[in-house]
């Protein structure tokens, strides 16, 4: 189905997982995508799995087929000059050329921005690194883990007497990818309308720090009171009613009462003559006071339930609880699958696979989860579309330019 | 340089953008140069700026007064609150009673001059107010809108109520990270759902307006905030699709890499990332720490051997980390092409040299909250982007004259009588609820 994106061309020199979540975006989104990965090894995220039945393919890593859905896979050699002549070539039916590699390496490949706009200038480049393009830690490597550290949030993660914990694997380039997402098409929209390239420069560091988590709002809350709002700190109870994480029947809830949830609160668990209940009334911020019996009676409601039961009961009355699924309780939740998430894909060598769907729903263009390429599946097709012959393509293989 | 008009120049995004996720996806559009008004009311207090009418001195003595200026609860406290002025930075603030006939059909007057109407209001509420898709659609056909609840607006839980804790429960995130030794109710809050989903809104309303240039028309586009965020796992729920596999909470272990992980450093609570993904790594690392005996270690020859060693040769980097200063050997792994980076302490990074080089922190000046350093504008754009100073987050109403006589035309009598009804207003009302 044309997605909102439709008649759209990006031309991918990402890699990794940031990157191809941008374009990812687009494809999902009725763009044409065609990304160039390196010949033999493709893409870093071919090798990073999970693998069907754990046998490493380059065509079937869990990661790499989730983030290209729907894209063409070229391959091309870069550090070959007829490989770069082919990219510019490739770039001058593109609208935005998005890449993620090392800072500064288009320029140690002759490919600087200029030599995009010469090829097309009507095209935006949007540039995804570690640590932006410019100042003193540019060149520095990371991974999700030390992009997380460098943007302040582990510090903040975790528990005050130990060290801080990861947010889980791979997980916030998944973020940085979403937060570049909007900028990409900012500047796509802005090279269109004024013929002219525009530059994105986007520090996966930069975006984790002011994100709207504990990012942002953390360091402005520091400016506001010289303190932080969320920190390795003792867990302070906020008000005298069950808020955080606590075991049932078969797993775990997550809860938030607020003091103004109170009469819910009470009915759901059985203790509505709580709601008129003076004492009670008067010491809801008093954990000291009335916390005790409240977790009390709490637990003795929720033990015997399941995390299904609890929520279920505890959302029909507008009290945020929730169950705390695992990766096998997700695949089967009801409700993910009445809304139809999860999408299956027939892949020729991965067979039939279920991969995270559409998170977007657009009542007028939905686009579509698309099959992700092979390795260098349409360099053929791209290359004869620029106007290459079937004897010149398999000359630049035998010389390993694709 | 900013030699062209910005990007979203001309576009205009009426917002009930809420907590995080809304705040989120407004800070973007604004700074790119969208007109973002934010809708507001002096009766319902914008969960963003306070859930109270009078915050209790023992909240804001608390973790709640954290993000308000001074802690200061004197009246007009929520003109003063970090989130609400980090992400509205640039916006506007109109109030309009949507509960009165008046205000909802001023807000539909509004919506005929608008391009989008992002709002991430609880699934019900647009329905109950009168501002469902029908009706405003109805009103202007080129309207794109976008509704972002947690659990989306159909399916079994599309009236769950939760905040992003709850929604990363749902969506399987809490319990395939935390501490691997220790049962959830240690695992930090996350909360990145919600910017997550900001940021998709920020991308939707723009793929919306290329899809327009087509079309002539608007459209809904819904956002559940819970598989938006579902995506960030896809490593654990393929393992599971694939393989049958749940590896449960993962720690700061690496499914390929040791050793790798948070470790030790000199000072007080200073730590260092580290991601070691070859034998050379390895071998850099053993060398910088000073002890270069770990590489001949049988156990630790190969990454097999590390990773089914992972305890060990963690404690091992761990013990030599220890008396190092993080900012140091973090520079030292680096220039041996070892991946790793101190962990930023949120309260010095406005110092960082790398950051201020990049000019990340911007100054802005609030007319009630004062001046302040914000992080800046999330990527940098050559030519088009909004440059510093930027404009203040709006005070409650602050540009109710703006939005009501300047966009549709309202006389001053029209305007007083506004007033008199408290169909608008610049303060919440005594008996203003959340």
Redesign the interface.
């Known amino acids: 189905m044309p997605?909102?994106?439709?008649?759209?061309h990006v031309l991918d020199l990402t890699q990794g997982i940031a990157g191809p979540?941008v374009t990812k975006?687009y494809a999902d989104?009725g763009a044409e995508v065609v990304k160039v990965e390196r010949p033999g090894a493709g893409d870093v995220s071919r090798r990073?799995?999970?693998?069907?039945?754990?046998r490493p393919d380059v065509d079937t890593s869990?990661?790499f087929?989730?983030?290209n859905t729907g894209k063409r896979s070229v391959t091309l050699n870069l550090k070959t000059r007829t490989g770069r002549d082919i990219l510019l070539q490739l770039a001058r039916h593109a609208d935005v050329v998005v890449e993620s590699f090392r800072a500064g390496t288009l320029e140690r490949l002759d490919l600087a921005p200029e030599r995009f706009a010469e090829a097309n200038p009507q095209a935006a480049l949007v540039r995804i690194s570690n640590?932006?393009q410019?100042?003193?830690?540019?060149?520095?490597?990371?991974?999700d883990?030390?992009?997380?550290?460098?943007?302040?949030i582990?510090?903040?993660?975790?528990?005050p007497d130990?060290?801080?914990?990861?947010?889980?694997?791979?997980?916030?380039l998944?973020?940085a990818g979403?937060?570049?997402?909007?900028?990409a098409?900012?500047?796509m929209?802005?090279a269109h309308?004024?013929g002219?390239q525009?530059?994105?420069?986007?520090?996966i560091?930069?975006?984790l720090?002011?994100?709207?988590?504990?990012?942002?709002?953390?360091?402005?809350?520091?400016?506001?009171?010289g303190?932080?709002?969320?920190e390795?700190r003792e867990r302070?109870l906020?008000n005298a009613l069950p808020n955080?994480?606590?075991?049932c029947a078969d797993g775990?809830?997550?809860v938030?009462t607020?003091v103004?949830w109170f009469d819910r609160f009470c009915r759901v668990i059985g203790h509505p003559e709580w709601i008129t209940d003076e004492r009670m009334r008067t010491n809801l911020?008093n954990p000291l006071e009335i916390g005790g019996e409240v977790e009390m009676a709490f637990y003795e409601w929720l033990l015997p339930r399941t995390k299904q039961q609890a929520?279920e009961e505890a959302?029909a009355v507008?009290?945020?609880?929730?169950?705390?699924?695992?990766?096998?309780?997700?695949?089967r939740?009801?409700?993910?699958r009445?809304?139809g998430?999860f999408v299956d894909i027939d892949h020729p060598r991965a067979g039939h696979?279920?991969?995270?769907?559409l998170?977007?729903?657009?009542?007028?263009?939905p686009g579509e989860l698309r099959r992700p390429p092979l390795l260098g599946e349409h360099t053929f097709d791209e290359l004869q579309t620029l106007g290459y012959a079937p004897s010149e393509i398999a000359a630049l293989r035998a010389q390993n330019v694709i | 340089m900013n030699d062209r008009r910005p990007p979203l120049d001309g576009i205009r995004v009426l917002a009930q953008g809420l907590v995080w996720a809304g705040p989120f996806s407004t800070v973007i559009l604004s700074d790119l140069g969208a007109e973002v008004i934010e809708v507001e009311s002096i009766q319902h207090l914008n969960p963003t700026r306070t859930q109270m009418r009078h915050i209790p001195d023992v909240v804001m003595e608390s973790v709640g007064g954290t993000y308000y200026v001074n802690r200061d609860p004197s009246e007009g406290f929520w003109n003063r609150q970090a989130w609400f002025n980090y992400g509205k930075r640039g916006c506007k603030s109109v109030t309009l009673n949507l509960h009165s006939d008046r205000g909802r059909e001023l807000f539909i007057e509004l919506v005929k001059h608008a391009d989008a109407f992002i709002e991430n209001n609880a699934a019900g509420v647009v329905d109950s107010l009168g501002i469902d898709w029908d009706v405003l659609h109805a009103a202007n056909p080129r309207l794109i809108m976008v509704r972002f609840p947690g659990f989306g607006i159909t399916g079994p839980y599309s009236h769950h109520k939760g905040y992003g804790s709850n929604m990363e429960a749902v969506a399987g995130h809490t319990m395939v990270r935390g501490y691997a030794d220790a049962d959830p109710s240690l695992t930090p809050a996350s909360l990145h759902g919600d910017p997550n989903a900001g940021a998709h809104v920020a991308w939707a309303v723009q793929a919306a307006l290329l899809a327009r240039e087509r079309t002539g028309e608007g459209q809904l586009i819904e956002i559940s905030q819970s598989e938006a965020v579902m995506q960030h796992i896809a490593y654990d729920v393929l393992d599971y699709t694939f393989n049958g596999r749940e590896t449960g909470q993962r720690g700061n272990h690496h499914p390929a890499f040791a050793p790798y992980g948070v470790f030790p450093c000199a000072g007080h609570d200073r730590w260092i990332a580290i991601a070691v993904a070859s034998d050379a790594g390895f071998a850099a690392l053993t060398e910088i720490i000073g002890a270069p005996e770990l590489a001949s270690d049988e156990r630790f020859a190969t990454t097999i051997g590390r990773l089914r060693h992972r305890t060990e040769v963690n404690a091992e980097v761990g013990e030599r980390t220890r008396a190092m200063q993080n900012g140091q050997l973090a520079a030292a792994l680096q220039s041996r092409g070892v991946t790793a980076s101190a962990l930023a302490h949120q309260q010095e990074m406005h110092e960082d040299e790398h950051l201020q080089a990049r000019g990340y922190f911007n100054t802005i000046t609030h007319p009630e909250a004062g001046t302040h350093l914000y992080p800046g504008p999330l990527a940098k754009l050559e030519h088009t982007a909004a440059v510093p100073p930027f404009e203040p987050a709006p005070t409650l109403g602050q540009h109710n004259e703006y939005v009501l006589k300047g966009i549709l035309g309202l006389d001053e009598g029209a305007y007083q009588k506004l007033i008199e009804d408290q169909v608008i207003g610049d303060t919440y009302l005594e008996s203003a609820t959340a």
């Open positions: 997605g909102p994106l439709e008649g759209w979540y975006l989104y990073i799995g999970p693998f069907p039945g754990d869990g990661m087929l989730t983030l640590f932006g410019t100042g003193p830690m540019r060149d520095f490597s990371a991974d883990l030390t992009a997380y550290a460098a943007a302040g582990l510090q903040v993660t975790g528990e130990r060290e801080p914990v990861a947010l889980g694997i791979y997980t916030p998944f973020l979403a937060i570049a997402a909007p900028m098409l900012a500047a929209r802005a309308r004024d002219q525009e530059v994105v420069d986007f520090s560091q930069e975006g720090a002011g994100s709207m988590d504990r990012g942002g709002p953390n360091l402005v809350s520091f400016q506001y009171s303190a932080l709002m969320v390795r302070v906020i955080g994480v606590f075991p775990y809830i997550q938030t607020q103004n911020n929520m959302q507008g009290w945020p609880l929730s169950a705390l699924n695992t990766p096998a309780d997700v695949i939740d009801p409700h993910f009445e809304r998430f696979i279920e991969l995270p769907g998170a977007l729903r657009f009542s007028g263009t």
